[in-house]
């Protein structure tokens, strides 16, 4: 399977993505082990997208600590009174996933070093997801219409909200 994709190879990649994340989900409920189909495309997309290499199955410390502690919590919106996802399980699932595949990059780490630096910073995980200071603006402005009761999901709601955001009269 090809695990290697340029910026601009979007068909190719989206392809990929989703067979491979179907192929971890199926391998994770078989084996037991906590995964979060969109989480684990989030995560492929975040080695496709904001990663220099484009390897899928490299994840080096520092790409799990930016995607834990940086990219996720800046990306991903979990909207207060639902259940929040485990990035980090599905990580270490994913990582498992990519080793026994025989999927994983060489060059990367063992799949012990890689296991030990989500346990390093998932602590930190929670904390980082509801750090206001480190949220976009989607992010940003998705919390807020739903802590004041927005159904985020609803698109005419949005609307009405955002016109009252560029109204002033959000807090």
Request: aromatic fraction near 8%; glycine fraction near 8%.
């Amino acid at each position: 399977m090809r695990m290697r994709f340029e910026l601009d190879a979007e068909d190719e990649f989206e392809a990929a993505c989703a067979l491979l994340v179907g192929r971890v989900v199926r391998w994770a409920r078989e084996h037991g082990l906590p995964v979060d189909g969109f989480t684990a495309e989030t995560m492929l997309d975040y080695r496709h997208r904001a990663t220099a290499d484009g390897r899928l199955g490299l994840w080096e410390p520092g790409h799990v600590e930016e995607l834990l502690l940086s990219w996720l919590p800046q990306q991903v919106t979990e909207v207060p009174g639902e259940e929040r996802g485990d990035a980090p399980g599905t990580l270490r699932t994913l990582l498992r996933y990519l080793d026994a595949a025989r999927l994983a990059d060489p060059r990367g780490p063992s799949l012990q070093d890689s296991l030990a630096a989500v346990d390093k910073v998932a602590e930190q995980y929670p904390a980082m997801m509801a750090d206001r200071s480190r949220w976009g603006l989607a992010k940003f402005w998705a919390i807020t219409a739903a802590e004041q009761g927005v159904d985020i999901l609803d698109g005419a709601a949005l609307q009405r909200f955002t016109e009252r955001a560029r109204l002033g009269e959000v807090a």
